[in-house]
């Protein structure tokens, strides 16, 4: 079994620790963490706490500030429930404009404006539900590869103990046998 160099190591580690100090999983691993119905409030929470920034400072944009509980449930939950909190928060911001007489009830730009930011804020949650399942397929595949890793090396190790053990077993005269028909195998493939 070969071993590895340690600057070979030393770039491994700190690749791992990289990736233990990512603010995407840490948050990932947070929201999974958390029950649905708990992701779903805080982001309620957060959502009306934006509704009342925007009601207090009246024409001050805070409407991009709209998109962080979006982003959260939509990460967290799924596109559907993404989809909701998006029709959620066009709404809140529609009534943050009528309470503060930027836009009228009666005013068909009032609904022309529900319209276009329910749209945008659906194309954010198009954008970011599909990114917890890429990670979640993304981590189960590298365990799914490490745990693969680990046996191959076990099987290598195996293989080269019985080899050059020192005492001719079974095992190993079978696996010379299997070793010596292999080669043979391509070198009359070569041969062709």
């Not at 309620?44 to 934006?50: D, E, G, K, N, V």
């Not at 959620?88 to 005013?107: F, K, P, R, Y």
């Not at 019985?162 to 028909?181: I, R, V, Y």
């Amino acid at each position: 079994m070969a071993m590895t160099s340690r600057p070979e190591r030393l770039e491994k580690d700190d690749a791992e620790r990289k990736l233990e100090r990512s603010w995407l999983l840490n948050v990932e691993g947070f929201l999974a963490r958390c029950s649905p119905g708990f992701v779903i409030l805080i982001g309620l929470l957060l959502l009306i706490l934006i509704w009342i920034v925007d009601l207090v400072t009246g024409s001050f944009a805070v409407g991009e500030f709209y998109l962080v509980p979006i982003g959260v449930v939509a990460f967290s939950r799924g596109r559907w429930v993404g989809t909701l909190m998006a029709g959620v928060a066009a709404l809140a911001w529609g009534a943050a404009e009528v309470a503060t007489h930027v836009t009228a009830i009666a005013s068909s730009v009032t609904y022309w404006n529900f319209l276009t930011r329910f749209f945008v804020f659906e194309a954010v949650v198009l954008l970011v539900a599909p990114m917890r399942d890429v990670l979640v397929w993304e981590r189960e595949l590298t365990a799914k590869e490490s745990a693969t890793a680990a046996e191959l090396r076990a099987l290598i190790e195996l293989r080269e103990t019985l080899m050059h053990g020192g005492d001719p077993s079974p095992f190993a005269e079978a696996l010379g046998e299997m070793d010596e028909a292999d080669r043979l195998e391509k070198s009359a493939d070569l041969e062709a």
